[in-house]
């Protein structure tokens, strides 16, 4: 099975603007995760869908915002960029959910300038 | 609210032996779940274990363990005959469960360092 992609894997942008990550689960899975990946912050949890629609939510401002298709693939986007959105943006998909096992993808690097 | 604290930032650990690294977390729920996730250097980030908090047996998976102390509030990850293939960060999470709500919180992350 291929495993867990996301497009693009560089990004740059510049404040003010928005941008949106792709992230292609697993084939046959259900749930996709996001999370922010930063020095200061370190690892946190944005949101969670599943079957299309938003199951969980971690304490990020309404600039974050996600969908799933139906097909299970995500995009997660990010409106008004700043200075301290620039991160690694990890997505994660399992087949039930976050009690799973995740199979992470190689994340999104994202610098906004 | 809910924290996890990884008290060792860096540690070194020879090959072949045996590194414990630690986690503590503070939580007034009673049902979650504790996780070890690794992230080698430029790779992806992989589940290395998983503790429902409801089990009082500790969770094995081959080489890795997990010392699991629910009144204490600490879930410690022990890597045994280390491989120079175990250098990676290492991070704690805890998540709580509530009407299938669930929310994940992570540590600030351990960089273990395996010696040749």
């Known amino acids: 099975k291929a495993g867990v992609t996301q497009t693009p894997r560089y990004l740059i942008k510049t404040r003010g603007q928005q941008v949106t990550l792709s992230c292609s689960p697993i084939s046959g899975h259900r749930s996709v995760s996001w999370y922010q990946q930063t020095p200061g912050q370190g690892l946190q949890f944005l949101f969670e869908y599943f079957s299309e629609t938003q199951r969980n939510k971690g304490n990020f401002p309404g600039r974050f915002s996600g969908r799933q298709f139906s097909n299970s693939r995500s995009e997660m986007n990010v409106s008004t960029l700043e200075l301290g959105d620039s991160a690694l943006y990890l997505c994660a998909s399992s087949s039930r959910g976050t009690t799973d096992t995740q199979y992470f993808g190689p994340g999104t690097r994202l610098t906004v300038l | ?116």
């Open chain 2, 1 to 116: 609210a809910q924290t996890v604290t990884q008290s060792q930032p860096e540690m070194s650990v020879q090959e072949a032996e045996t590194v414990t690294l630690s986690c503590t977390y503070d939580t007034s729920e009673n049902n979650y779940y504790l996780f070890w996730y690794k992230q080698p250097p430029s790779r992806q980030m992989i589940l290395v274990i998983r503790q429902e908090a409801y089990k009082q047996q500790n969770a094995t998976e081959n080489r890795f363990s997990v010392n699991f102390q629910k009144a204490a509030k600490s879930f410690s990850l022990k890597i045994s005959d280390s491989q120079l293939g175990d250098t990676a960060m290492y991070f704690c999470a805890f998540m709580k469960t509530r009407f299938s709500f669930n929310k994940f919180y992570f540590g600030s992350g351990t960089k273990l360092n395996v010696k040749p």
